[in-house]
Protein backbone atom coordinates (compact mmCIF):
# COMPACT_ATOMS: atom_id res chain seq x y z
CA UNK A 1 0.00 0.00 0.00
CA UNK A 2 1.20 3.32 -0.66
CA UNK A 3 0.25 5.79 1.63
CA UNK A 4 -0.68 9.66 0.54
CA UNK A 5 0.93 11.45 3.39
CA UNK A 6 0.94 15.16 1.85
CA UNK A 7 -1.87 15.26 4.95
CA UNK A 8 1.63 15.48 7.13
CA UNK A 9 2.45 18.46 6.04
CA UNK A 10 -0.29 20.08 7.74
CA UNK A 11 1.02 19.44 10.78
CA UNK A 12 3.79 20.79 13.40
CA UNK A 13 5.28 20.12 16.33
CA UNK A 14 5.88 22.90 18.68
CA UNK A 15 7.68 22.68 21.92
CA UNK A 16 7.55 25.33 24.37
CA UNK A 17 10.51 26.25 26.22
CA UNK A 18 12.19 22.84 26.35
CA UNK A 19 14.79 22.45 28.41
CA UNK A 20 17.05 19.90 27.19
CA UNK A 21 18.42 19.61 23.66
CA UNK A 22 18.38 16.05 23.26
CA UNK A 23 14.49 15.72 23.83
CA UNK A 24 14.23 18.45 20.78
CA UNK A 25 16.29 16.04 19.01
CA UNK A 26 14.67 13.09 20.05
CA UNK A 27 11.16 14.69 19.64
CA UNK A 28 12.58 15.43 15.78
CA UNK A 29 13.25 11.99 14.95
CA UNK A 30 9.76 10.35 16.29
CA UNK A 31 8.01 13.16 14.20
CA UNK A 32 10.45 11.98 11.24
CA UNK A 33 9.22 8.47 12.20
CA UNK A 34 5.91 9.14 11.45
CA UNK A 35 6.95 11.46 8.56
CA UNK A 36 6.22 14.71 10.11
CA UNK A 37 8.83 17.17 9.40
CA UNK A 38 7.84 20.77 11.28
CA UNK A 39 9.67 21.50 13.86
CA UNK A 40 9.12 24.62 15.85
CA UNK A 41 10.49 25.51 19.21
CA UNK A 42 9.82 28.51 21.66
CA UNK A 43 12.27 29.84 23.30
CA UNK A 44 14.64 32.61 24.32
CA UNK A 45 17.99 30.87 23.52
CA UNK A 46 19.05 28.68 20.87
CA UNK A 47 19.65 25.28 21.84
CA UNK A 48 22.86 23.42 21.41
CA UNK A 49 22.89 21.67 17.71
CA UNK A 50 25.45 18.79 18.98
CA UNK A 51 23.07 17.74 21.93
CA UNK A 52 20.20 18.11 19.34
CA UNK A 53 21.72 15.81 16.82
CA UNK A 54 22.82 13.44 18.57
CA UNK A 55 19.15 12.33 19.87
CA UNK A 56 17.51 13.34 16.17
CA UNK A 57 20.10 10.55 14.28
CA UNK A 58 20.97 11.73 10.83
CA UNK A 59 18.11 10.49 9.24
CA UNK A 60 16.06 13.26 11.27
CA UNK A 61 18.93 16.21 11.17
CA UNK A 62 16.72 18.03 8.08
CA UNK A 63 14.23 18.55 10.83
CA UNK A 64 16.97 20.35 12.22
CA UNK A 65 17.70 22.39 9.93
CA UNK A 66 14.69 23.62 9.25
CA UNK A 67 13.15 24.40 12.81
CA UNK A 68 11.38 27.25 13.21
CA UNK A 69 12.92 29.21 16.53
CA UNK A 70 10.41 31.94 17.76
CA UNK A 71 10.50 33.88 20.88
CA UNK A 72 7.06 34.25 21.62
CA UNK A 73 4.30 31.66 21.59
CA UNK A 74 1.62 33.90 19.90
CA UNK A 75 4.32 34.52 16.89
CA UNK A 76 4.85 30.92 16.71
CA UNK A 77 1.15 29.80 16.64
CA UNK A 78 0.12 32.34 14.50
CA UNK A 79 -0.19 30.51 11.21
CA UNK A 80 -2.06 27.23 12.62
CA UNK A 81 -5.93 27.60 12.37
CA UNK A 82 -5.83 24.44 15.13
CA UNK A 83 -3.80 24.09 18.21
CA UNK A 84 -3.91 21.48 20.28
CA UNK A 85 -2.32 21.76 23.65
CA UNK A 86 -0.88 18.59 24.93
CA UNK A 87 -1.29 18.07 29.44
CA UNK A 88 -1.00 15.82 31.86
CA UNK A 89 -2.52 17.97 34.70
CA UNK A 90 -5.99 18.35 35.43
CA UNK A 91 -6.79 22.14 36.56
CA UNK A 92 -9.91 23.88 36.77
CA UNK A 93 -10.32 26.66 33.95
CA UNK A 94 -9.52 23.78 31.17
CA UNK A 95 -11.05 22.47 28.06
CA UNK A 96 -11.73 19.33 28.90
CA UNK A 97 -9.52 16.69 27.88
CA UNK A 98 -9.72 13.77 25.36
CA UNK A 99 -7.48 10.98 24.61
CA UNK A 100 -4.83 11.39 21.57
CA UNK A 101 -6.45 8.62 19.67
CA UNK A 102 -10.01 11.45 20.22
CA UNK A 103 -8.28 14.26 19.40
CA UNK A 104 -6.64 12.91 16.04
CA UNK A 105 -9.72 11.59 14.98
CA UNK A 106 -10.84 15.29 15.27
CA UNK A 107 -8.57 16.80 13.78
CA UNK A 108 -8.02 14.42 10.62
CA UNK A 109 -11.20 16.18 8.39
CA UNK A 110 -9.43 19.49 9.25
CA UNK A 111 -5.95 18.38 8.14
CA UNK A 112 -6.83 19.24 4.19
CA UNK A 113 -7.47 22.72 4.75
CA UNK A 114 -5.65 23.79 7.81
CA UNK A 115 -2.47 24.09 9.62
CA UNK A 116 -2.52 21.85 13.17
CA UNK A 117 0.21 22.81 15.97
CA UNK A 118 0.72 20.23 18.57
CA UNK A 119 1.68 22.04 21.79
CA UNK A 120 3.99 20.86 24.75
CA UNK A 121 5.52 21.86 27.57
CA UNK A 122 8.18 21.72 29.25
CA UNK A 123 9.72 18.89 31.00
CA UNK A 124 8.87 20.18 34.55
CA UNK A 125 6.06 22.13 34.78
CA UNK A 126 3.80 21.53 31.34
CA UNK A 127 1.62 24.74 30.07
CA UNK A 128 0.60 27.17 32.18
CA UNK A 129 -2.44 28.54 31.73
CA UNK A 130 -1.49 31.28 29.77
CA UNK A 131 0.37 29.02 27.01
CA UNK A 132 -3.38 27.52 27.06
CA UNK A 133 -5.56 30.29 26.21
CA UNK A 134 -4.01 29.25 22.53
CA UNK A 135 -5.46 26.07 22.46
CA UNK A 136 -8.72 24.92 20.51
CA UNK A 137 -8.40 21.22 22.18
CA UNK A 138 -6.51 19.51 25.04
CA UNK A 139 -4.73 16.09 24.78
CA UNK A 140 -3.95 14.14 27.73
CA UNK A 141 -1.97 10.71 27.07
CA UNK A 142 -4.14 8.49 29.61
CA UNK A 143 -1.46 6.81 32.28
CA UNK A 144 -1.63 4.55 35.53
CA UNK A 145 -0.93 6.90 38.77
CA UNK A 146 2.34 8.37 37.25
CA UNK A 147 1.22 10.46 34.70
CA UNK A 148 4.46 12.53 34.10
CA UNK A 149 5.60 11.56 30.81
CA UNK A 150 9.15 12.45 29.22
CA UNK A 151 8.69 15.00 26.50
CA UNK A 152 9.95 12.90 23.75
CA UNK A 153 7.86 10.11 24.44
CA UNK A 154 4.56 12.02 24.58
CA UNK A 155 5.48 13.39 21.13
CA UNK A 156 6.19 10.06 20.06
CA UNK A 157 2.74 8.98 21.10
CA UNK A 158 1.15 11.72 19.47
CA UNK A 159 3.16 11.27 16.31
CA UNK A 160 1.96 7.67 16.22
CA UNK A 161 -1.76 8.66 16.59
CA UNK A 162 -1.24 11.32 13.76
CA UNK A 163 0.43 8.66 11.34
CA UNK A 164 -2.21 6.10 12.59
CA UNK A 165 -4.94 8.59 11.94
CA UNK A 166 -3.52 8.68 8.11
CA UNK A 167 -3.49 5.28 7.69
CA UNK A 168 -6.78 4.55 8.95
CA UNK A 169 -8.46 7.35 6.74
CA UNK A 170 -7.02 6.02 3.36
CA UNK A 171 -7.02 1.83 3.95
CA UNK A 172 -9.06 0.50 1.66
CA UNK A 173 -9.97 -2.67 2.00
CA UNK A 174 -8.05 -4.62 4.53
CA UNK A 175 -5.86 -7.45 2.87
CA UNK A 176 -6.61 -11.14 4.38
CA UNK A 177 -4.40 -13.91 4.02
CA UNK A 178 -5.70 -16.82 1.63
CA UNK A 179 -6.60 -19.65 4.37
CA UNK A 180 -6.39 -23.39 3.42
CA UNK A 181 -9.78 -24.52 2.04
CA UNK A 182 -11.74 -27.52 3.34
CA UNK A 183 -10.84 -29.70 0.41
CA UNK A 184 -7.02 -28.66 1.46
CA UNK A 185 -7.55 -29.32 5.20
CA UNK A 186 -9.50 -32.84 4.75
CA UNK A 187 -6.50 -34.09 2.60
CA UNK A 188 -3.64 -32.81 5.26
CA UNK A 189 -6.22 -34.53 8.07
CA UNK A 190 -6.77 -37.29 5.95
CA UNK A 191 -2.86 -38.17 5.93
CA UNK A 192 -2.61 -37.51 9.52
CA UNK A 193 -4.95 -39.89 10.41
CA UNK A 194 -3.20 -42.78 8.72
CA UNK A 195 0.30 -41.59 9.89
CA UNK A 196 -0.79 -41.54 13.61
CA UNK A 197 -2.85 -45.10 12.91
CA UNK A 198 0.88 -46.30 11.81
CA UNK A 199 2.76 -45.68 15.34
CA UNK A 200 -0.29 -46.81 16.69
CA UNK A 201 -1.22 -43.52 18.59
CA UNK A 202 -4.51 -44.25 17.30
CA UNK A 203 -6.16 -47.20 19.07
CA UNK A 204 -9.52 -47.63 17.68
CA UNK A 205 -11.34 -46.92 21.39
CA UNK A 206 -9.26 -43.22 21.10
CA UNK A 207 -9.02 -42.94 17.21
CA UNK A 208 -12.30 -40.64 17.28
CA UNK A 209 -11.55 -38.59 20.40
CA UNK A 210 -8.06 -38.09 19.32
CA UNK A 211 -8.90 -36.83 15.89
CA UNK A 212 -11.27 -34.00 17.05
CA UNK A 213 -8.42 -33.15 19.16
CA UNK A 214 -6.52 -32.61 16.47
CA UNK A 215 -8.99 -30.99 14.24
CA UNK A 216 -9.85 -28.82 17.19
CA UNK A 217 -6.42 -27.34 17.53
CA UNK A 218 -5.71 -27.37 14.23
CA UNK A 219 -9.06 -25.57 13.02
CA UNK A 220 -8.37 -22.75 15.13
CA UNK A 221 -5.01 -22.07 13.78
CA UNK A 222 -6.12 -20.86 10.38
CA UNK A 223 -3.57 -22.38 8.14
CA UNK A 224 -2.64 -21.37 5.02
CA UNK A 225 -2.37 -23.75 2.11
CA UNK A 226 1.52 -23.89 2.21
CA UNK A 227 1.14 -25.04 6.06
CA UNK A 228 -1.34 -27.88 5.28
CA UNK A 229 1.05 -28.59 2.54
CA UNK A 230 4.12 -28.87 5.21
CA UNK A 231 2.18 -31.31 7.38
CA UNK A 232 0.84 -33.25 4.60
CA UNK A 233 5.08 -33.74 3.25
CA UNK A 234 5.93 -34.32 6.94
CA UNK A 235 3.07 -37.30 7.30
CA UNK A 236 4.05 -38.48 3.78
CA UNK A 237 7.71 -38.60 4.41
CA UNK A 238 7.10 -40.60 7.67
CA UNK A 239 5.27 -42.97 6.04
CA UNK A 240 7.97 -43.62 3.35
CA UNK A 241 10.00 -43.92 5.76
CA UNK A 242 8.58 -46.55 7.49
CA UNK A 243 7.92 -48.31 4.38
CA UNK A 244 11.70 -48.48 3.48
CA UNK A 245 12.42 -49.54 7.21
CA UNK A 246 9.45 -52.73 6.71
CA UNK A 247 10.91 -53.46 2.96
CA UNK A 248 14.44 -53.26 4.12
CA UNK A 249 13.29 -55.73 7.04
CA UNK A 250 12.04 -58.48 4.58
CA UNK B 1 -13.62 5.24 36.59
CA UNK B 2 -11.45 2.81 38.83
CA UNK B 3 -9.43 0.99 36.65
CA UNK B 4 -8.77 -2.52 37.38
CA UNK B 5 -4.88 -2.36 36.52
CA UNK B 6 -4.22 -5.97 37.82
CA UNK B 7 -3.96 -7.15 34.52
CA UNK B 8 -0.91 -4.91 33.89
CA UNK B 9 0.60 -7.22 37.03
CA UNK B 10 0.61 -10.07 33.62
CA UNK B 11 2.69 -7.84 31.63
CA UNK B 12 6.52 -7.58 31.49
CA UNK B 13 9.00 -5.58 29.08
CA UNK B 14 11.67 -7.35 28.21
CA UNK B 15 14.93 -5.50 26.40
CA UNK B 16 17.49 -7.77 25.03
CA UNK B 17 20.98 -6.55 25.37
CA UNK B 18 20.26 -2.64 25.41
CA UNK B 19 23.36 -0.92 25.09
CA UNK B 20 23.06 2.66 26.73
CA UNK B 21 21.78 2.30 29.96
CA UNK B 22 19.79 5.83 29.55
CA UNK B 23 17.53 4.14 26.98
CA UNK B 24 17.02 1.51 29.94
CA UNK B 25 15.62 4.08 32.43
CA UNK B 26 13.92 5.76 30.30
CA UNK B 27 12.01 2.29 29.18
CA UNK B 28 11.13 1.88 33.04
CA UNK B 29 9.51 5.49 33.45
CA UNK B 30 7.23 4.59 29.61
CA UNK B 31 6.47 1.60 31.08
CA UNK B 32 5.57 2.49 34.85
CA UNK B 33 3.50 5.49 32.90
CA UNK B 34 1.27 2.86 31.66
CA UNK B 35 1.54 0.78 35.19
CA UNK B 36 3.36 -1.85 34.38
CA UNK B 37 6.01 -2.43 36.43
CA UNK B 38 7.94 -5.88 35.23
CA UNK B 39 11.34 -5.00 33.35
CA UNK B 40 13.73 -7.73 32.50
CA UNK B 41 16.86 -6.89 30.53
CA UNK B 42 19.05 -9.94 28.94
CA UNK B 43 22.81 -9.15 28.45
CA UNK B 44 26.45 -10.21 29.93
CA UNK B 45 27.07 -6.71 31.91
CA UNK B 46 24.63 -5.18 34.47
CA UNK B 47 24.10 -2.07 33.00
CA UNK B 48 25.44 1.86 35.21
CA UNK B 49 22.80 2.14 37.66
CA UNK B 50 22.92 5.78 37.43
CA UNK B 51 22.59 6.01 33.96
CA UNK B 52 19.63 4.53 33.98
CA UNK B 53 18.21 6.04 37.16
CA UNK B 54 18.91 9.37 35.66
CA UNK B 55 16.35 8.90 33.01
CA UNK B 56 13.50 6.63 35.18
CA UNK B 57 13.16 9.21 37.61
CA UNK B 58 12.53 8.34 41.10
CA UNK B 59 9.08 7.70 40.68
CA UNK B 60 9.87 4.41 38.22
CA UNK B 61 13.17 4.21 39.96
CA UNK B 62 11.64 0.87 41.46
CA UNK B 63 11.33 -1.02 38.48
CA UNK B 64 15.14 -0.75 38.45
CA UNK B 65 15.53 -2.21 41.71
CA UNK B 66 13.30 -5.25 40.88
CA UNK B 67 14.91 -5.35 37.37
CA UNK B 68 15.68 -8.98 36.68
CA UNK B 69 18.56 -9.85 34.29
CA UNK B 70 19.35 -12.81 32.65
CA UNK B 71 22.69 -14.14 30.74
CA UNK B 72 20.02 -16.02 28.51
CA UNK B 73 17.05 -15.24 26.22
CA UNK B 74 15.51 -18.39 26.54
CA UNK B 75 15.71 -18.14 30.37
CA UNK B 76 13.94 -14.78 30.31
CA UNK B 77 11.40 -16.02 28.33
CA UNK B 78 10.68 -19.58 30.47
CA UNK B 79 7.79 -18.18 32.34
CA UNK B 80 5.85 -16.65 29.32
CA UNK B 81 3.22 -17.65 27.74
CA UNK B 82 3.17 -15.18 24.78
CA UNK B 83 5.80 -13.42 23.79
CA UNK B 84 5.58 -10.32 21.48
CA UNK B 85 8.90 -9.64 19.06
CA UNK B 86 9.12 -6.28 17.95
CA UNK B 87 10.39 -5.20 15.28
CA UNK B 88 10.61 -2.53 12.25
CA UNK B 89 11.94 -4.31 9.58
CA UNK B 90 10.27 -6.50 6.99
CA UNK B 91 12.34 -9.73 6.30
CA UNK B 92 11.34 -13.26 4.73
CA UNK B 93 10.52 -16.08 6.76
CA UNK B 94 8.66 -14.48 9.40
CA UNK B 95 5.38 -14.14 11.13
CA UNK B 96 3.57 -11.27 9.05
CA UNK B 97 3.79 -8.20 11.98
CA UNK B 98 0.89 -6.84 13.05
CA UNK B 99 0.49 -2.89 14.33
CA UNK B 100 0.86 -2.33 18.22
CA UNK B 101 -2.85 -1.83 18.76
CA UNK B 102 -4.03 -5.33 16.56
CA UNK B 103 -1.31 -7.19 18.91
CA UNK B 104 -2.83 -5.78 22.03
CA UNK B 105 -6.26 -6.22 20.62
CA UNK B 106 -5.04 -10.25 20.20
CA UNK B 107 -3.27 -10.43 24.17
CA UNK B 108 -5.58 -8.67 26.17
CA UNK B 109 -8.13 -11.82 26.31
CA UNK B 110 -5.81 -13.83 27.47
CA UNK B 111 -3.58 -11.55 29.97
CA UNK B 112 -6.04 -12.86 33.15
CA UNK B 113 -3.88 -15.95 32.88
CA UNK B 114 -1.38 -15.92 30.56
CA UNK B 115 2.29 -13.83 31.22
CA UNK B 116 3.09 -12.27 28.35
CA UNK B 117 6.27 -10.56 27.41
CA UNK B 118 6.87 -7.78 25.17
CA UNK B 119 10.58 -8.28 23.46
CA UNK B 120 12.67 -5.46 22.02
CA UNK B 121 15.91 -5.64 20.44
CA UNK B 122 18.89 -3.33 20.53
CA UNK B 123 19.39 -0.19 19.57
CA UNK B 124 21.46 -0.51 16.58
CA UNK B 125 20.29 -4.52 14.74
CA UNK B 126 16.75 -5.14 16.40
CA UNK B 127 15.84 -8.67 16.95
CA UNK B 128 17.77 -11.33 15.34
CA UNK B 129 15.92 -14.54 13.32
CA UNK B 130 17.27 -16.17 16.32
CA UNK B 131 15.65 -14.09 19.08
CA UNK B 132 12.64 -14.15 16.94
CA UNK B 133 11.87 -17.74 17.04
CA UNK B 134 10.81 -17.45 20.64
CA UNK B 135 7.94 -14.80 19.80
CA UNK B 136 4.33 -16.05 19.35
CA UNK B 137 3.41 -12.31 17.43
CA UNK B 138 5.38 -9.51 15.57
CA UNK B 139 4.31 -6.13 15.91
CA UNK B 140 6.09 -3.13 13.87
CA UNK B 141 4.85 0.30 14.84
CA UNK B 142 3.53 1.91 11.56
CA UNK B 143 5.83 4.45 10.35
CA UNK B 144 6.77 6.94 7.19
CA UNK B 145 10.12 5.74 5.31
CA UNK B 146 12.10 6.12 8.51
CA UNK B 147 11.19 3.32 10.41
CA UNK B 148 13.64 3.22 12.77
CA UNK B 149 12.30 4.22 16.39
CA UNK B 150 14.40 5.16 19.25
CA UNK B 151 13.97 2.16 21.68
CA UNK B 152 12.11 3.81 24.42
CA UNK B 153 9.78 5.21 22.39
CA UNK B 154 9.07 1.97 20.73
CA UNK B 155 8.54 0.71 24.81
CA UNK B 156 6.15 4.04 25.57
CA UNK B 157 4.05 3.58 22.33
CA UNK B 158 3.61 -0.05 22.96
CA UNK B 159 2.45 0.64 26.88
CA UNK B 160 0.53 3.10 25.89
CA UNK B 161 -1.59 0.38 23.49
CA UNK B 162 -1.48 -2.13 26.50
CA UNK B 163 -3.04 0.47 29.04
CA UNK B 164 -5.43 1.56 26.23
CA UNK B 165 -6.32 -1.99 25.58
CA UNK B 166 -6.82 -2.22 29.08
CA UNK B 167 -8.69 0.68 29.44
CA UNK B 168 -10.89 -0.35 26.33
CA UNK B 169 -11.57 -4.42 28.05
CA UNK B 170 -12.73 -3.07 31.32
CA UNK B 171 -15.94 -4.54 29.94
CA UNK B 172 -15.96 -7.72 31.48
CA UNK B 173 -12.86 -9.40 30.63
CA UNK B 174 -13.34 -12.63 28.27
CA UNK B 175 -12.56 -16.18 29.43
CA UNK B 176 -8.75 -17.00 28.58
CA UNK B 177 -7.36 -20.20 28.27
CA UNK B 178 -4.10 -20.89 29.81
CA UNK B 179 -1.44 -21.34 26.98
CA UNK B 180 1.51 -23.56 26.89
CA UNK B 181 4.99 -21.46 28.28
CA UNK B 182 7.76 -21.32 26.17
CA UNK B 183 9.19 -23.91 28.55
CA UNK B 184 6.44 -26.42 27.51
CA UNK B 185 6.90 -25.55 24.06
CA UNK B 186 10.66 -25.64 23.81
CA UNK B 187 10.14 -28.98 24.79
CA UNK B 188 7.51 -30.05 22.30
CA UNK B 189 10.13 -28.36 19.46
CA UNK B 190 12.84 -30.30 21.14
CA UNK B 191 10.94 -33.63 20.51
CA UNK B 192 9.73 -32.43 17.30
CA UNK B 193 13.06 -31.78 16.02
CA UNK B 194 14.53 -35.08 16.81
CA UNK B 195 11.32 -36.85 15.35
CA UNK B 196 11.51 -34.79 12.28
CA UNK B 197 15.39 -35.44 11.61
CA UNK B 198 14.61 -39.03 12.25
CA UNK B 199 12.56 -39.35 9.57
CA UNK B 200 15.21 -37.15 7.48
CA UNK B 201 12.71 -34.31 6.55
CA UNK B 202 14.74 -32.24 8.28
CA UNK B 203 18.17 -32.13 6.04
CA UNK B 204 20.92 -30.39 7.04
CA UNK B 205 20.28 -27.82 4.47
CA UNK B 206 16.94 -27.05 5.09
CA UNK B 207 16.58 -27.98 8.90
CA UNK B 208 16.67 -24.08 10.32
CA UNK B 209 14.20 -23.32 7.65
CA UNK B 210 11.44 -26.22 8.31
CA UNK B 211 11.74 -25.42 11.90
CA UNK B 212 11.43 -21.73 11.54
CA UNK B 213 8.30 -22.48 9.25
CA UNK B 214 7.14 -25.04 12.12
CA UNK B 215 7.60 -22.42 15.10
CA UNK B 216 6.12 -20.47 12.89
CA UNK B 217 2.57 -22.18 12.52
CA UNK B 218 2.76 -23.79 16.17
CA UNK B 219 3.08 -20.11 17.31
CA UNK B 220 0.13 -18.60 15.75
CA UNK B 221 -1.73 -21.64 17.00
CA UNK B 222 -2.07 -20.76 20.96
CA UNK B 223 -1.33 -23.86 21.73
CA UNK B 224 -2.42 -25.01 25.36
CA UNK B 225 -0.23 -27.29 27.79
CA UNK B 226 -2.47 -30.76 26.59
CA UNK B 227 -1.69 -29.32 23.08
CA UNK B 228 1.85 -29.58 23.69
CA UNK B 229 1.82 -32.61 25.64
CA UNK B 230 -0.24 -34.14 22.61
CA UNK B 231 2.30 -33.40 19.81
CA UNK B 232 4.87 -34.41 22.66
CA UNK B 233 3.31 -37.78 23.23
CA UNK B 234 3.11 -38.07 19.14
CA UNK B 235 6.43 -37.98 19.05
CA UNK B 236 7.71 -40.19 21.66
CA UNK B 237 5.33 -42.63 20.12
CA UNK B 238 6.69 -42.37 17.52
CA UNK B 239 10.14 -42.51 18.51
CA UNK B 240 9.58 -45.94 20.32
CA UNK B 241 7.92 -47.55 17.47
CA UNK B 242 11.19 -46.80 14.90
CA UNK B 243 13.02 -48.13 17.80
CA UNK B 244 10.89 -51.12 17.97
CA UNK B 245 11.47 -51.65 14.65
CA UNK B 246 14.85 -51.42 14.42
CA UNK B 247 15.27 -53.91 17.20
CA UNK B 248 12.80 -56.48 15.28
CA UNK B 249 15.29 -55.73 12.49
CA UNK B 250 18.05 -57.13 14.42
Excluded at 40 to 66: Q, Y
Excluded at 68 to 97: C, K, M
Aim: charge should be neutral.
Amino acid sequence: MTLDTTLLDHVAIVLMEPKFPENIGSAARAAWNMGISRLIVVGSDSPDPERMAMMATHKAAHLLENMELHDNLETALAPFSRVVGTTARRGRQRIREKGPREVVSEIMPLLPDNDVAFLFGPEDRGLTNDDLKYCHLLSAVPTADFSSLNLAQAVAIHCYEIYQGIVHCQKGAAQSPRLATTFELEGMYHQLEKTLLTIDFLQDKSQIYYMNNIRQFFGRMRLSPKDASIIRSICRQFLSFKDAGLSRKK
